[in-house]
């Protein structure tokens, strides 16, 4: 057989592309059939799973592509000003049918502020940030927004078990600190930290900040962005 030149990373990247277009479909049905069966779908922990786990996909799917697009030097930030409670609550709002059906309450605690940042970036960020909050929550999940020493900070927090000492972080991760032989490689706060590390002003470049405690005592996760 003759080799043939093949690009396997440009063939593996278009194919998550096709999945992740088909699975946002799925899940758009998904709320959709929510939305039409509510007083039996609502309290179906076997339906909330599967909306949970298809969302999950999702997100890894565009983490995957957004990973892909930096190691080609290809994803760059668009940064636009935004209002920021209306940009936290159009976010929210895409994970209220999953947050309702599994009794999960949440609030937004936002400053009447603007930021200037890629939404599209920022909403990959957050979704990723979300779920793992949804995953790890007892009851409650806030989101919040305020300015802190020049920077806009974004918030999830959740009322968990909070971080492992080993997950606690201020910085930016680098691809060289993340363990492929354990069962979790932390590639969703990589590809976080590099979203927020596109946003710049001057010699100032976003970061993330994990920790515990906060309003709600479990895990808080921030994006700071310049």
């Known amino acids: 057989m003759k080799n ?10 278009s194919t998550v592309h096709d999945m992740k277009n088909s699975l946002g479909m799925l899940l758009n049905s998904l709320d959709e059939l929510r939305m039409e069966n509510e007083d039996k779908l609502n309290d179906s922990s076997k339906f909330n799973t599967l ?7 999702h997100n890894d799917l565009v983490q995957l592509l957004g990973i892909y697009r930096l190691g080609e030097n290809n994803l760059s930030a668009h940064i636009e000003e935004h209002f920021v409670p209306d ?14 059906g599994l009794g999960i309450d949440w609030r937004i605690e936002a400053e009447d502020i603007n930021g200037f940042f890629d939404a599209d ?16 929550t007892k009851t409650r999940i806030t989101l919040t927004a305020a300015k802190r020493d020049g920077y806009l900070v974004i918030g999830v927090e959740d009322d968990g078990e909070g971080y492992p000492d080993n997950m606690q972080h201020t910085g930016t991760l680098s691809f060289k600190s993340l363990d492929f032989n354990t069962g ?7 590809f976080v930290s590099a979203i927020a590390d596109l946003h710049s002003e001057g010699a100032r470049t976003g970061y993330i900040k994990l920790h515990n405690g906060g309003p709600l005592g479990g895990g808080v996760f921030e994006i700071w962005l310049p």
């Open 184 to 190: 979790s490689t932390s590639l969703g706060l990589f």
């Open 51 to 57: 909306q949970y786990e298809a969302e999950r996909i």
């Open 87 to 100: 940009f936290l609550s159009d976010h929210i709002a895409r994970h209220t049918p999953l947050l309702k």
């Open 4 to 13: 043939r030149n093949i690009d396997f990373s440009m063939v593996l990247a």
């Open 121 to 136: 970036l920022l909403t990959g960020a957050l979704n990723n940030t979300i779920n793992n909050a949804i995953r790890y």
